[in-house]
């Protein structure tokens, strides 16, 4: 795992891969542990390519105190953020942010706290020193294709505001929007009730 991991950070020396592309393959590397372990399962089916490419959006840390996230994340990286009622949102440029979530932000997310939620998107109780979930956004992204697609292989999704949720086969809360939307703190869309 080390040389692959090398071989990307050289990349990205190089100019051959985006921050974006870095962030989201140490994203990969930590959500997966090692490459063996996947290379032991056995194939899924494959669904057909999307028409564009995937890009890592965001990834949401569940934290205990906002502020001093901030302020770690500012010291140390230089990064400023913007709050909105939902979610706090760290720039790490190229339309890739971290969003920081505590409990009380979780809370006003009323599709992982009605009665009605699905069981994987009910992350209200879950501790902070997490990463809560993370949003893939896709060029030409087909909602409804995609859709099919997880749910043929036995995944359930859950369509909000035209994010599609799931979860991975661990669990983890994986978000999916296309690369047209603008998040609450980009700009002056309406909010999606997402983070």
Same mark, same amino acid.
């Given at each position: 795992m080390s040389r692959? $991991? +090398? *071989?990307? /950070?050289?990349? =990205?020396?190089?100019?051959?891969?985006?921050?974006? +592309? $870095?962030l989201a393959a140490v994203v990969s590397f930590?959500?997966?542990?090692?490459?063996?372990?996947?290379? *032991?399962?056995? &194939?899924?089916?494959? $669904? &057909? &390519?999307? &028409?564009?490419?995937t890009h890592l959006n965001h990834v949401n840390l569940r934290?205990? +105190?906002?502020?001093?996230? $901030?302020? /770690? =994340?500012?010291r140390f990286f230089g990064l400023e953020m913007t709050s909105t009622p939902t979610y706090n949102a760290l720039d790490c440029g190229g339309? #890739? /942010?971290?969003s920081l979530q505590t409990k009380a932000d979780i809370d006003?997310? #009323? /599709? !992982? #706290?009605?009665?009605?939620?699905? *069981?994987?998107? !009910?992350t209200p109780a879950e501790a902070p020193g997490m990463i809560e979930h993370f949003c893939l956004e896709v060029d030409d992204f087909d909602l409804d294709a995609t859709?099919?697609?997880l749910q043929e292989a036995g995944h359930e999704t859950v369509e909000v505001y035209g994010n599609l949720l799931t979860a991975d086969p661990d669990g983890v809360l994986v978000q999916i929007v296309?690369?047209?939307l603008v998040f609450t703190h980009e700009g002056p869309e309406p909010p999606t009730d997402e983070g």
């Open positions: 692959e $991991l +090398d *071989e990307i /950070f050289e990349g =990205y020396d190089r100019g051959q891969v985006s921050r974006r +592309d $870095l930590v959500a997966l542990g090692t490459g063996r372990a996947g290379a *032991e399962s056995p &194939p899924a089916p494959a $669904l &057909p &390519p999307s &028409p564009g490419r934290v205990a +105190d906002v502020q001093r996230s $901030l302020q /770690f =994340y500012h339309g #890739t /942010f971290i006003k997310e #009323t /599709f !992982r #706290t009605s009665a009605g939620a699905v *069981e994987w998107a !009910r859709r099919a697609g296309d690369s047209e």
